[in-house]
């Protein structure tokens, strides 16, 4: 048996010099929380394309199936991509519970703690556990629906998404959770690295002017798809081809993904 | 006081601010009482021109109440005895002015540390563990000193940024308000962060960053450090504890490396 299985089960770990695993799991942590922080910040770029219009959408969803390089759509193209994220965001989620309250007493001083102290950087740490709890479930479902069917992202099929499968409290619960946890988070890596080394003030303000804006963004962006999601509730299942492809019949069936089976959501009723 | 009643009336002197009626709930409590409930006591007193909350309690216990327990020896910020939660935050009281209070004012005892009783603690007790736990001294690397050797010079900025740390007065302000602290009671608390920097700038002591990561370097020390910054926010001395455990985090964390 390794001698560091014995010690650690006898209990003498503190004993030997420690282990170097504590310092590469918070770096880990941070970085891993770097890195979802701006990748919201991009994808919440990608999908407030559709504010642009549908086209626009369209293309950054067919760029990212390298349409533009292969002449056709590769969805697993976006399923290696959230397959990515999913296993950053995994690591993220099993290395920040070490710090969450974990069994009633600790929940009960840290909440009567952060009420007594009005301690603005307390309350918010409670808020990031509070929203990190729920994007546990809300960031896994969204991630296995985009891992599993990234062929249903585009201007009608995101529409459909929002107003059809009814998706959109979910998804304004998950703004909500991502914008708030992820601006935090920001914040609270530069104050614990001192990188940024701007007063702590300036750090909050921009932490709430951000925070803020991709809020603002992301309900105009839901907005948005529910709209074309409204509009488009006769022709459910039905993919957006650009104008300009659709008047050259020949690329038609290159250039899109073909509409599923699924009939229009009336005739089912 | 005498000075309130002084001024009064008097036209030739300054008038003090209105003189308030003070309350102070305050929780009583005896842990050597098993049968005792900890509960609420009000006490009303009058405000006086300058008066600190040490004066108000030594006001109180002189002519309310003999009996309520709050430590204090200084009077001045120097000792760090009179912490005490002041509607939910950790101040010394002989530091506090109860002009910066409203007129109903919550006091109990430090979180974290051995109640003695009513707003008394032992932080004295966990300091000492602390100090033993981070070994808080000089360690030289020379075996016995020679006191009649001249001591090595220290750059004037150095003995600066020692002595900046070294102005702690272990009030356990910092622990009290650390949100971390009153989850994991193992947790080193930024009083002990302190302490490390402090020895970790000063040339004379031989221990290296390795040796300090076997102190602080898990999630009861420096990487349990969730950076709420109330440490910071309240430490009435005003140490720069913010920009110390960031620093610390980022040296513990490249022994990782």
Sequence with gaps: ?269 | MSASAQTHGNGSIPKPRSQRQLVFNVLRYDPARPEAVPRMQAYKIEEADSMTLFIALNEIREQQDPTLQFDFVCRAGICGSCAMMVNGRPQLACRTLTSALPEETTLAPLPFFELIGDLSVNTGKWMRGMSERLQTWLHTQEGERDLRRIEERMEPELAEQIYEMDRCVECGCCVAACGTAQMRKDFVGAVGFGKIARFRLDPRDGRSDDDFYDMIGDDTGVFGCMSLLACHDVCPKSLPLQTQIAFLRRKMAAMGL
């Design chain 1, 1 to 269: 048996m390794p001698y560091e299985t014995i010690i650690v089960q006898t209990g003498l770990a503190e004993r030997v010099a420690k282990n170097r695993w504590p310092a590469r799991l918070d770096v880990l942590q941070s970085g891993t929380g770097l890195f979802l922080a701006l990748f919201m910040w991009g994808h919440m770029f990608f999908v407030a394309s559709i504010l642009l219009g549908e086209t626009p959408m369209w293309v950054i969803t067919k760029f990212f199936e390298g349409h533009f390089i292969f002449g056709s759509s590769h969805y697993w193209l976006v399923s290696c991509v959230v397959a990515l994220v999913a296993v950053v965001f995994v690591a993220h989620a099993g290395l920040a519970v070490r710090k969450f309250p974990i069994n009633y007493r600790q929940l009960r001083a840290i909440r009567a703690h952060s009420r007594a102290m009005r301690h603005e950087d307390t309350t918010l740490w409670v808020w990031q556990v509070y929203t990190g709890f729920l994007l546990f479930f809300f960031a896994s479902a969204h991630l296995y629906q985009m891992l599993v069917w990234p062929e249903k992202i585009g201007p009608y099929g995101s529409g459909d998404r929002m107003w059809s499968d009814g998706l959109w409290p979910f998804y304004l619960t998950m703004l909500l959770a991502v914008e708030l946890h992820g601006g935090i988070g920001l914040y609270r890596l530069a104050v614990k690295w001192g990188w940024p080394d701007a007063p702590r003030a300036t750090l909050k303000k921009l932490k709430w002017a951000l925070t803020a804006f991709f809020f603002v963004l992301g309900l105009a962006t839901l907005g948005a798809y529910m709209k074309i999601g409204f509009e488009h509730r006769a022709h459910y299942g039905e993919r957006y081809t650009p104008a300009w492809i659709a008047a050259e019949p020949q690329n038609e069936n290159r250039a899109v993904a073909p509409a599923p089976q699924a009939a229009p959501s009336g005739e089912n009723e």
